[in-house]
């Protein structure tokens, strides 16, 4: 099937639509192992458990967990047969508060032993990531400096994108309005 860009581009919600989407509240993985599968959100991402259901609630036990103020931001049920084969979700992105905090986390992942797919910049949306795998093969991405859409709804043009491996080389080569100076220069270091 062809992509119809232009299409694509031009659908807007319709007049008098009743509500609006705020943000994306949560996501609910299914997980082989939930103790496994909680103790990699806990002690490698910093999330914190809200609360937890046992098998008597449901089936393969479900734990809540949270990266902000909302009660969770991600749940875990451990109901999953086998690792993700990624059809129909592919990833999941969690938004930190600086550049030098993309840093920190590619340096702190790769302490833990988790798998790295890509670090640098992709094109739309122009943020800095570090993008990695769970225990269970769901595909995770940290980022900064998401492009945002003011009400005049204007996007960056694609001729300002800027797509980079290695966050180094993003850092190095920002898109036009984007401030990459790091608070803490020595992150770039090579560590040992």
């Known amino acids: 099937m062809t992509v119809n860009v232009e299409k694509l581009k031009a659908m807007e919600p319709p007049p008098g ?42 089936r393969g ?42 840093l920190m986390a590619r340096d702190h992942l790769k302490k833990h032993d988790t798998r790295i797919v890509f670090e640098g910049r992709r094109r739309a949306g122009c943020q800095v ?24 709804h204007a996007i960056r043009p694609s001729s300002e994108w800027r797509e980079h491996r290695g966050i180094e080389a993003a850092i190095a080569d920002p898109p036009v309005g984007q401030d990459t100076t790091l608070r803490n220069p020595d992150l770039l270091k090579p560590r040992g």
């Open 129 to 152: 990531a570090v993008e990695f795998l769970d225990p269970d093969g769901h595909h995770l991405e940290i980022y900064w400096g998401l492009d945002q859409i003011g009400s005049d």
């Open 61 to 102: 036990g479900m734990v809540f967990l949270r990266c902000g103020t909302d009660h969770h931001t991600i749940a875990l049920v451990g109901q999953a047969r086998s690792e993700s084969l990624r059809t129909d979700l592919n990833h999941l992105a969690f938004e930190v508060g600086s550049l030098d905090e993309v």
């Open 17 to 58: 639509t009743p509500f609006r989407a705020q943000k994306v509240g949560h996501v609910v993985l299914n997980v082989m192992d939930l103790e496994r599968s909680t103790a990699f959100y806990t002690g490698v991402l910093g999330f914190r458990v809200s609360d937890v259901y046992p098998e008597e609630m449901m």
